[in-house]
């Protein structure tokens, strides 16, 4: 008899929707990727996703718990309604709802950070944690703040917006409207956009930076700057110093805030600048309370990309166990 | 037969400890005051810690369920063990196993500034509000996180120091050694610290401030400063501009990582500038995220310095019910 439950994680972007099969162990028995539809509107969406939903569950039918949405940007809890995707167009989408009729079985629709989070805890760099923040730094920065064993989601599940935290009072504009968040200073696309300026304005400083752009300054990338940094390159050395600057002080804030034991921190920022979690450990040591810092660990994120359909999918199972 | 239950909230300060005998529902029913024998140490001032319990008890002494005791700074969950309070130059001082003891009841020692957290949202501004941060802005700032009905402890019992969250990365040097931080530019230390320097560097423009402090620059303070914004002054309206816009900007960040429902705001130095809270709503509705917006009122804390006493009560009437 097999004992073993599963539940079926998605991780619904803008561009792809990727679809595991998960255990209840954590562990990804299968997974599927799409391109998303995402002119065909959420219709066209939902649909691929039952078509892949309904391919996985072939795998295991009898197992299968249900299925855990994560998607970018806000959602209403309990009722997973998207309120808004901005990557999506999409407004006042009744995901969970919609696809839970469709397909016949439970269905759990978060955000996408959120249930990178849960992954992680569970199941990757913070197990048998409990108190931990997941810290993402790529194109966006966001994350998950988990405080005495409970995930928080705050007042109206928008809790862990961690890259809008902010670290300069008089710092650069943010997507979000304010000046000096967190991911406006550290994130990957506060990066390029601090490159390009530089190199247009300075083209010698960035000659190596538009050399590797193949000499088009708005092709400049988060990643480009990210390599030209690792071969010493002076100006991306220091646009990464800037970045790490504003980490420092964003971890340093959430300690004071959540005192938590560990900081996870993933994302493709960070991926490609592992030296960085280095740098911000050094750096909060310098910065942060004393008495918050003797039991504060500083560790790489462990399940990578694969965080948000396995977070997806534990909460499913977590729900269908009872947690 | 009276079934209301007591207990006796105690606030130790540097200068002078604060007891109070405080009923289920939050009400005061008698309050003491001593000078805090600092010098004479732990011992003394213990013991007259424990000679003003015992005329409290005195009062009702059948319905007493304990000692909820606030002192400032760190202080270790469960055993109630302070293991350092600059104030009054303690190291490990075993406060509560040492007071029960002697008094042959339950105590429960916390950090004063999340037992009037605990206050307010039992019995003050909080009330009913499963989500809100305390912000509690004195000579120092700190406050307490409230999430999903749930104090926020942190793994070592230090969340909440929302005094040392980063502001200004390159802002003006703290006492914890940290630069910008919210406290070291808004709490009442930093104001007149910024006065002064300002009032000695250009004694023109500190004129007003100068004259309200007897001519000794080194006497003004953030009260005085307070006053002469009052009066329109146009250096302290610059300081406590600066002051706001630091507030706002560490609120917006509270907001980013809690999302809570209420923010509540008390302390001396907004009690002295009540309008704070108006300048502070503004500043945040053009600065946080319009999600976590929607839900958001930023209200003054209601039960001024007896947050402490009543909070550090409730804290030993709830254990004592079992919640």
């Known amino acids: ?63 299968i718990a249900g299925v855990g949405l994560g998607v970018a940007e806000q959602v209403v809890q309990d009722t997973g309604l998207v309120r808004f995707a901005p990557n999506l167009e999409w407004h006042d989408v009744a995901l969970q709802t919609d696809l839970s009729e ?17 992954g992680e805890w569970l199941f990757g760099a913070g197990r048998g944690c409990d108190d931990l923040i997941c810290l993402f730094v790529g194109t966006g920065v966001g994350g998950g703040i988990v405080s005495g064993a409970r995930m928080l989601s705050g007042t109206s599940n928008t809790a862990g917006e961690v890259g809008h935290i902010t670290v300069d009072l008089h710092g650069p504009i943010c997507t979000c409207g304010n000046q000096g968040c967190l991911e406006a200073l550290a994130g990957g696309w506060a990066i390029s956009r601090k490159a390009r300026r530089a190199a247009a304005t300075h083209p010698e400083a960035g000659a190596a930076l538009i050399k590797m752009a193949d000499h088009r300054i708005d092709a400049i990338t988060a990643e480009i700057v990210a390599r030209a940094y690792n071969a010493k390159d002076s100006l991306a050395r220091r646009i990464i110093d800037g970045a790490c600057e504003a980490l420092i002080g964003g971890v340093v804030s959430m300690i004071s805030m959540c005192n938590p034991n560990r900081i996870i921190m993933g994302g493709g920022v960070i991926e490609g600048l592992p030296e960085l979690i280095g740098r911000v450990k050094q750096g909060v040591r310098l910065r942060a309370l004393t008495a918050a810092l003797e039991s504060l660990q500083i560790v790489p994120a462990a399940l990578g990309k694969e965080a948000g359909v396995i977070g997806a999918a534990a909460l499913v199972l977590r729900e269908s166990e009872g947690q």
């Open 1 to 63: 008899m097999n004992r073993e439950k599963s539940a079926i994680g998605v991780d619904l972007g803008g561009t792809k929707i990727e679809l595991a099969l998960v255990n209840n162990a954590g562990k990804i028995k299968k997974t599927l990727r799409r391109s998303t539809d995402a002119k065909g509107g959420s219709n066209a969406v939902q649909r691929q996703i039952v078509d892949a939903v309904r391919l996985l569950r072939q795998e295991d039918d009898q197992n």
């Open 102 to 118: 469709t397909l016949g079985m439970p269905v759990k629709v978060v955000n996408d950070v959120r249930a990178a989070t849960l």
